[in-house]
């Protein structure tokens, strides 16, 4: 709070001559009494009985020199400690707040502002009507005033249950008015309150109505760190909701441009936070755009690089969002990104920058086949078949989801069939967690399958992992035959199909003369009951998906699918040779299983996620990175 440079005993004594005979017997005695209570301040408690009643009397004199010396006395009091009060302490000070005076005003907001320290003071100072003349005193013309005024404020906005009452106080107006101060502490105080405004959807709506967003977006260029900071932050939060954003874009066209160039500011804290911003930005495709055409990646790429968490993870998360846009996929790429995601696929320090590290990996595989090359060539590969058993099951989720739209590419199958990826794949068909065991199969089903095959094509490496590890793909796929959920009985006959198209004799015998297979595909073939379909995709800390035939097709057609996928298979395997896998691969619908229900790329994050990610970023920080 604002320092109120005052000794009270010494100003006691130089003006107890001068109002001594004006002074009531009460006041007289109150004044006698403080100035002992001060000689002994070290031991004396001013917050209950005399040394309280004391200052009480003064604080409701019609005196303003007594007024200035009770307003002052708190401010010096509370400056030195501050501890829970009652109405008997908060009483006095709101009186002198509604003083005409200025020194009282500016110091009862001194000692008001540093009593909204305290948890407990924030939400009896509200409730006790403090509200009402702490805005009068921020529309003073003394800068003093408004800086006290203004830091209380502040520290009332950082209660949860006070923030919707300050915005509907008419607060806002005057704090967006007072951020432009050309008195720093002024604006540091206001643009601090307009930032603990930002945690709220209803509490942002209204801080957008009072005008907020030029005024943050312009001092954006503030020479001062602190000022950037909060304003960075609050834009950030705006940032969350999609209204928001849509007029972001229609009337700050210089934000992006001033968010990267803070990137490279020289406190770590505003490089942190302005990744963020552009993170949440990035969720609508304009930005994504944007902030790569604004020359961002070079910077955040420097932040990926970084060796401080928090810079980390914000920047990981911007590029995450960023690399969603097919246009970027190449140009994140060449930027030199790949060895670096790589990198902190093994960042066990953090399971969340190891999220957002696959993720972007598998965005960036989504649509390009020389991407998905440059990817497998740069080792992503051999990293997750390294990491994936071991690292968190949010992370198994990612990483087996990466490998399904890796899997997509005929010129890689092969090759990632070489590496011995189906070793770690087949154990995690059968993870505690659905989405994992959904993606992993996927992955399996994409390598299994192969438009314009040749008989030059290898699956011997389905025939090495039939059996091992964990049962194989043999105990997998019945398994997923089993299973009371459509989706897996789908995943299930679609890959028995593409093994039986292989025409790899070792296969085909391996299938056909399965005591667990034959029977339970011969239950699908004759039943159509209804079953449950998968829930993979719907979990609230979850992105993902699978795609069309992985999720889509689970209706009474999907069911049907099922059905006509399982004829087709006892088709070909009670025939004894009689149909050829061509002429099976011509009775089935071609596709493949991919990652996400529209696409094979991630979705944006924003929303509850921004708030978790903030979250992190403040743990990461150590402490809290905002108010």
């Known amino acids: 709070m ?9 100003c006691f004594h130089s003006r107890k001559s001068t109002y001594e005979p004006l002074l009531l017997e009460n006041e007289r005695e109150a004044v006698a009494d403080l100035l002992q209570y001060l000689e002994n301040r070290t031991t004396t408690d001013f917050f209950r009985d005399s040394p309280l009643a004391a200052l009480t009397t003064l604080s409701f004199s019609d005196n303003v020199d007594l007024q200035r010396s009770a307003a002052l006395a708190f401010a010096e009091i509370t400056e030195k400690e501050v501890r829970p009060v009652g ?4 009483d006095p000070i709101l009186f002198l707040l509604g003083s005409h005076d200025t020194e009282v005003q500016r110091a009862a907001s001194a000692a008001l502002g540093n009593l909204a320290v305290n948890t407990e003071n924030k939400l009896l100072i509200v409730k006790l009507g403090g509200l009402e003349p702490l805005i009068r005193q921020m529309l003073s013309p003394n800068v003093e005033v408004q800086c006290n005024a203004v830091g209380c404020v502040t520290n009332l906005a950082t209660h949860d249950d ?9 607060a806002l107006v005057p704090l967006t008015r007072l951020a432009r101060s050309k008195d720093m502490r002024v604006q540091r105080n206001a643009t601090g309150a307009l930032l603990n405004m930002t945690h709220s959807d209803e509490n942002r709506q209204q801080l957008v109505n009072a005008g907020a967003i030029p005024v943050l977006v312009s001092l954006l ?5 602190d000022v950037q900071y909060y304003c960075t932050t609050a834009l950030s939060n705006i940032a969350v909701d999609a209204h928001n954003r849509k007029k972001l874009a229609q009337t700050e066209p210089k934000l992006v441009s001033s968010l990267v160039q803070l990137m490279d500011s020289s406190s770590l804290k505003v490089q942190c936070q302005a990744a963020l911003a552009l993170r949440n930005l990035a969720s609508d495709e304009k ?10 990646l070079a910077s955040l790429l420097r932040l990926l690089q970084s060796t401080y968490l928090p810079l980390i993870l914000s920047a990981a998360a911007c590029v995450r969002n960023v690399s969603i846009h097919p246009q970027n996929e190449s140009p994140i790429i060449e930027s030199g990104f790949l060895q670096p995601l790589i990198n902190l696929l093994s960042f066990k320090e953090n399971e969340e920058v190891q999220c957002h590290a696959i993720s972007t990996l598998r965005n960036l595989a989504a649509s390009s086949e ?4 440059a990817i497998v060539k740069a080792g992503a590969v051999e990293s997750i078949k390294e990491l994936v058993l071991e690292v968190p099951m949010n992370v198994q989720s990612e990483m087996t989801a990466c490998i399904a739209v890796l899997a997509l590419s005929d010129e890689l199958k092969g090759q990632l069939l070489e590496m011995g990826i189906c070793e770690v794949l087949i154990p995690l068909t ?13 992955a399996l089903g994409n390598l299994s399958s192969k438009d314009g095959r040749t008989t030059s094509d290898d699956y011997s490496a389905f025939n090495d992992v039939w059996d091992k590890p964990e049962g194989g793909m043999h105990r997998y796929l019945y398994r997923f035959l089993t299973s009371s959920d459509a989706t897996f009985q789908h995943i299930a006959v679609w890959t028995i199909v593409q093994l039986l198209e292989s025409g790899d004799p070792q296969l085909i015998s391996n299938i056909r003369n399965s005591t667990v297979l034959i029977p339970n595909i011969r239950m699908l073939a004759e039943t159509r009951t209804s079953t449950p379909t998968s829930s993979i995709g719907g979990t609230p800390h979850s992105h993902h998906s699978m795609s069309r035939s992985y999720q889509d097709t689970e209706t009474g057609d999907g069911q049907g699918e099922i059905q006509m996928l ?34 094979q790329r991630d979705e944006s994050v924003s929303g509850r996620e921004h708030e978790e990610l903030r979250r992190s970023v403040r743990e990461a920080f150590g402490s809290n990175t905002g108010h």
């Open 370 to 373: 020389k991407n998905k090359q």
């Open 87 to 90: 109405r008997d302490t908060l």
């Open 2 to 10: 604002g320092v109120v440079s005052s000794c009270c005993e010494s």
């Open 566 to 599: 399982a004829r087709r298979i006892l088709d070909f395997t009670d025939s004894e040779g009689a149909m050829t896998p061509s002429a099976l691969a011509s009775q089935v619908q071609a596709g493949s299983y991919s990652h996400h229900s529209q696409s």
């Open 287 to 296: 930005y994504q755009l944007e902030i790569v055409k604004a020359d961002g």
């Open 162 to 170: 006070n923030k919707t009452k300050i915005a509907k106080s008419g």
């Open 221 to 225: 260029n503030s020479p001062d760190t």
């Open 430 to 442: 059968n993870s505690p967690s659905s989405e994992v065991q959904g993606n992993s199969a996927a």
